[in-house]
């Protein structure tokens, strides 16, 4: 943990220096201790003003995004009992997909317009999307006979087709082709709109989830063993699974809509880290999440500088980076899932 954290710090400091324009990190830690401690001169105003104003919110933005997907991926392989779970596997992409493109292909999302309230807009609407997508889910995984992760899964792999065909149906008959673009991009993940107004109510929310299911690694150990093994343990598997779905979505559609939909963390990270460390969450749950900040700091670097004077989604660069890591681990590593 210790050195994750070293490492992290370093990130922050080395990632801001690195961009369109360069800075070197001599003076982006300048600039940083500057702000943070008062101490020394401000130096060079340019480099000020990118490493402070624009280059820092975008870093911790990352940083916080990529450790809310770990944090979701861990939570939701345990509850469900799936390796192939992560945070967009109760349609909470696809909906907050649904939802963006319904605020702007209708004008929702401009300013002025209903959810547009406080400067909300686009996001306001994504995250009521992810949220209704992933209720759906819960009350049909939950009608009938008992909740069951096979049910859940199968839900949202329902609720996925459902609100895919919905969104392709609007961006299908929509007659602006800026906002067909805008829709894409959206989808495929940015941290561009990172500013730090934007932080404090992100950070808040994966905050509260990372300590909250810190405290609850013993019930997420008895879940990932299976619904008998719980059970024997004095832990009800149903509304455990039910409190941490919620929490899981409502974790995801925050960061789904401040910046997009951004695959793979929240599959591979965990994935990576139980190899490492094992299955216990006591120490699963804070590594995936400094790793998952971690991975996404660097893939944000990539993401700025692979595409001279552009930059490519976020959501191509980690699906490029962890496609392969995924592979070459299955491959090297006798892995297992839980007890198995």
């Avoid at 941290?191 to 107004?197: C, F, I, K, N, P």
């Avoid at 619904?227 to 789904?256: F, K, N, Q, Y």
């Avoid at 793979?264 to 139980?274: A, D, K, N, Q």
Wanted: aromatic share 6%.
């Amino acid at each position: 943990m210790a050195a994750l954290l070293l490492l992290l710090a370093g990130s922050v400091v080395v990632s801001v220096s690195i961009g369109q324009v360069d800075v070197p990190v001599r003076d982006s830690a300048r600039v940083l201790l500057h702000e943070l401690t008062g101490i020394g001169g401000p130096g060079d105003p340019m480099f000020m003003d990118v490493v402070w104003n624009i280059r820092l919110p975008r870093v911790l933005l990352a940083a916080v995004v990529g450790a809310g997907l770990a944090l979701c991926g861990t939570v939701m392989q345990a509850t469900l009992q799936n390796p192939l779970a992560d945070p967009f596997v109760l349609g909470i992409s696809s909906g907050a997909s649904l939802g963006a493109a319904f605020a702007i292909l209708t004008g929702f999302g401009a300013a002025g317009a209903v959810g547009a309230v406080a400067g909300l807009g686009v996001p306001f609407w994504a995250f009521i999307g992810a949220l209704a997508a992933a209720a759906l889910v819960l009350g049909v995984g939950g009608a009938g006979s008992r909740t069951s992760p096979v049910k859940l899964i199968l839900a949202g792999t329902a609720v996925n087709a459902l609100c895919g065909a919905a969104s392709s149906a609007l961006v299908y008959f929509a007659d602006s082709a800026e906002g067909v673009r805008s829709v894409t991009f959206w989808s495929m993940g940015s941290l561009a709109s990172a500013e730090w107004a934007t932080l404090p109510a992100v950070s808040t929310v994966v905050l509260i989830a990372t300590a909250f299911f810190l405290f609850r690694s013993r019930v997420l150990n008895a879940l990932l063993m299976g619904d008998e093994a719980a059970v024997t343990l004095g832990i009800a598997p149903g509304p455990h699974r039910r409190i941490h779905l919620v929490l899981a979505a409502v974790v995801t559609g925050m960061l789904v809509a401040t910046c997009g939909i951004i695959g793979f963390v929240g599959l591979i990270v965990p994935h990576v880290v139980r190899s490492a460390i094992g299955p216990d969450h006591r120490g699963l749950l804070p590594v995936a999440v400094l790793s998952g900040a971690l991975f996404l700091i660097w893939a944000d670097v990539v993401a700025r500088v692979v595409v001279p004077n552009a930059e490519l989604p976020i959501g191509i660069v980690t699906s490029v980076l962890g496609a392969p890591l995924f592979l070459h681990m299955l491959i090297r590593k006798e892995y297992g899932f839980g007890d198995k």
